[in-house]
């Protein structure tokens, strides 16, 4: 059941379109600089920055070569701007940003439910590199609903019934033409037929052949020469047309300022929509069906609002042509009404692991033993030398593997937050808490170090430099680790290894505590250094024959070098044991 806004999007070649769509079965269009059909072309700047919208018009009057008018025209893989290789998604998100935007606006917070168009021809990498753009845009992971299937969902108006024909003609600034059988659990796609050549892109190319006087080079080809003003007072006038039978446009300089007539329209639009009723004609032979058996034929799409369409269509097809009330929403309103066609919008977050005494005791032994190792430093420490700031080192890199390894539930507690509720799938999840864990750790680090600086009275540089250095590898590998689990599927939980963790801890308590002692404490040092040295075998393999070896080797190190002067070395090698366990774990990933 619905309980909040749905938000629908239809990214297009030429326009985005989104709704939010409430519970009470009203729904509300985005209005995103100053229109609810924003462009979808963006700019590229010198520096590569992108802009989208109405801005990136403007800055194409005055540095055209950044102009991209229509960015999923290029395809889903690169396209060349100043000479330099540009992701497609990189733009499709900049315009996909401003529609997340102004929906957090509307609603409050963006939406749990986010629905988006996909062209029924899509194959299975190019919907999901279109989930993957969704998600970059902070989208989460949207349900993909089929174009026809929603534009059929919006049009028909009431005349379903279980097993009849529909011919869906999606006629933006692309053509796709499908073949639908309307069944009770949701419309199922037979066939369909698209071209990327054909549509409103293409009557804007002619008709800007017509009036600027230049050979029609092909889709696009005129266009891209035109500038990006020209490209925008014509489809403007052509749109107008279709409500008014003529409008006066201006040409840039020596140009004149023409007269846009139905009759000029229809004449550029002439052999765009012959070439329409031939993929109707392809779509129907595709689908093994008559054009008898057709119940009918729906027109949708931005150019199927021009008077010519339905005309020229009938007398072709033979066939009455219904065009929706409003065909440039008709798809956005079906994708918004989609509701047997939704699957969950989020992927569940995988299970966190149960709190067993082990784990509390991982999750405890390691703060406790950071906070008495840095009030130990601070009330003992002796002037500033490598054996009292190694202390500080120590206590750091444990602050760190506690907020790292309480990073599963830091992510289900910000999960569950009134005000982030829904922003995240569960790799989003997992990945949050895992980022949240590093920064907190990363802090107390740093707040050790200034804490230690104010109370001993000493420069800044070096207590930051021994609480910091010896983190920050780690710390960073683990950022890499928590940015790769938000792209996998189904998600992760990274936990660090529980044992050596309690080993680390209590070795580092007994041996830092006691080895300035001497005496009978000597030999408590010495099995502190021992167990340190055990630990960081256990992080630095993860073969358990290698382990075993490496363990008798460090432990029986650690225990003869257990002395004051060593403190620094011991807090050195625990940072460094660390980051190479998740520096294992981010190769890991990387293979997966």
Not at 181 to 190: K, S, T
Not at 469 to 477: E, I
Request: proline residues 6%; glycine residues 10%; charged residues 15%.
């Amino acid at each position: 059941m619905q309980t909040g806004p749905r938000l629908a999007i239809d990214y297009g070649t030429a326009c985005t379109r989104a709704v939010l769509a409430w519970p009470e079965r009203h729904w509300q269009a985005l209005v995103v600089d100053g229109t609810t059909e924003p462009s979808s072309a963006v700019h590229v700047a010198k520096d590569g920055t992108i802009t989208a919208g109405a801005a990136a018009w403007r800055l194409a009057e005055d540095d055209p070569d950044g102009f991209v008018v229509a960015p999923l025209a290029e395809g889903t893989g690169t396209v060349r701007v100043r000479g330099r290789a540009v992701e497609v998604a990189d733009l499709v998100v900049a315009t996909l940003k401003l529609v997340v935007a102004e929906a957090e606006r509307m609603a409050g917070v963006l939406p749990a439910d986010v629905r988006m168009s996909v062209p029924a021809g899509w194959d299975p990498a190019r919907r999901t590199w279109l989930r993957l753009v969704a998600h970059q845009a902070g989208l989460g992971r949207p349900q993909l609903v089929e174009a026809p299937v929603a534009a059929l969902l919006s049009t028909q108006n009431g005349r379903s019934a279980p097993g009849r024909l529909v011919l869906v003609l999606d006629i933006g600034a692309t053509v796709e033409a499908s073949v639908l059988r309307d069944e009770p659990g949701g419309a199922e796609v037979l066939a369909t037929v698209a071209d990327p050549d054909t549509g409103g892109r293409a009557v804007d190319d002619r008709l800007a052949a017509m009036l600027l006087n230049t050979q029609d080079a092909g889709v696009g080809a005129v266009l891209r020469g035109a500038s990006a003003g020209t490209v925008a007072v014509l489809r403007t006038g052509k749109e107008a047309v279709s409500q008014q039978p003529a409008v006066t446009v201006p040409l840039p300089a020596p140009g004149a300022a023409v007269v846009l007539s139905t009759t000029l329209i229809e004449r550029a639009a002439e052999p765009v929509l012959r070439r329409v009723a031939e993929l109707a004609a392809d779509a129907l032979k595709a689908a093994a069906v008559e054009i008898a058996d057709l119940a009918e034929v729906y027109a949708v799409g931005a150019t199927a609002a021009m008077p010519a369409v339905p005309r020229a269509l009938e007398q072709q097809l033979g066939v009455p042509i219904r065009v929706a009330t409003m065909p440039g929403a008709a798809i956005v309103l079906g994708v918004a009404e989609a509701e047997g066609a939704a699957a969950p919008a989020a992927e569940p977050a995988p299970k966190v692991p149960q709190l067993t005494v082990l784990r509390v005791l991982a999750l405890l032994l390691p703060g406790l033993a950071s906070v008495g190792l840095f009030g130990h430093f601070v009330f003992t420490a002796r002037g500033a030398t490598a054996s009292s700031w190694g202390e500080l080192a120590i206590a750091g890199v444990l602050a760190l593997v506690l907020c790292l390894a309480a990073g599963p539930w830091i992510g289900v507690a910000l999960a569950r937050d009134a005000g982030l509720r829904g922003r995240w799938d569960g790799a989003g999840q997992m990945s949050a808490g895992l980022l949240t864990g590093d920064a907190f750790g990363v802090t107390v680090a740093a707040l050790y170090a200034v804490a230690a600086g104010l109370y001993l009275v000493a420069p800044f540089g070096e207590p930051l430099q021994w609480a910091l250095l010896p983190v920050l590898p780690a710390a960073l590998l683990a950022a890499a680790v928590a940015v790769l689990i938000r792209r996998l599927s189904p998600p992760v939980i990274v936990e660090f290894p529980l044992v050596a963790s309690l080993i680390l801890s209590v070795g580092s308590v007994l041996f830092t505590l006691t080895v300035s002692l001497g005496g009978l404490f000597e030999w408590a040092s010495r099995l502190g250094g021992a167990l340190i040295g055990v630990g960081i075998a256990l992080l630095l393999f993860r073969i358990r024959v290698l382990q075993g070896i490496s363990a008798v080797v460090l432990g029986v190190f650690g225990f003869f070098i257990a002395d004051p002067r060593a403190v620094g070395v011991f807090g050195v090698g625990i940072g460094l044991a660390v980051a190479v366990w998740w520096g294992q774990r981010l190769l890991a990933l990387v293979r997966v």
